[in-house]
């Protein structure tokens, strides 16, 4: 019994470490979304220097997850947490990777006048930090119906970036000095939209967890 509490007790660990890393992306998503929103260079630089500490975390858990397999030998269900795990932890960090790319154009824009108010952006970004939220929340929880919530909501995101990429091609095709901040607003958008695809991953891992069946691609 004391071998299975000791083991259990790592699972959960593996588990809270996830939830660590995801809050940390969640904050650098927004502290980019709003470093380019307020042309604050500064924040995006803040962000750019976390990104380092996001891999860490990738590392260790990956670590973590390692040697649970090579001393536990685990089967069934205890090796989809761990296989899980792995799964997630990639999905974290390339959100982590986007958010600096967020930052990095955000600092590159911080001194031109924006050639549109913010809207979509920011609303993609809100309803992208939901959904990694949400993710987070059915994994933690292991709640099947809050997981193909987020599964379904991913749609919406997709719907919003083509929005705005037609709006900056529009920009674009009128005014040709518009090129290149539109094209780097657009790269802003479709990293969001890669943001939210990577929270449907976490929660469609979530679904195999709890089931052991994979979700059908659309």
Known sequence: MTIRHNYDQ?????RQSLLTMGMAVARAIDDAVNSLARQDAELAGRVMDYDDEIDQMEIDIEDKCMVLIAR???IARD???IGTGLKITTDLERMGDHAYDIAKI???MANQPLIKP???IPRMAQMSQKMLKDAL?????????L???VCLNDDEVDNIYHQVFRELLTYMMEDPRTITQATQLIFVA?????????ATNIAEWTIYLVTGQRRRKK
């Open 10 to 14: 790592e699972l959960e660990q593996l």
């Open 72 to 74: 536990q030998q685990p």
């Open 79 to 81: 090796l989809r947490i």
């Open 106 to 108: 955000a600092l590159d």
């Open 118 to 120: 913010l809207v979509d």
């Open 137 to 145: 929340d059915a994994y933690i929880t292991l709640d099947i119906t």
């Open 147 to 149: 997981a193909e919530q």
């Open 190 to 198: 479709r990293y969001l939209e890669r943001v939210a695809d990577h």
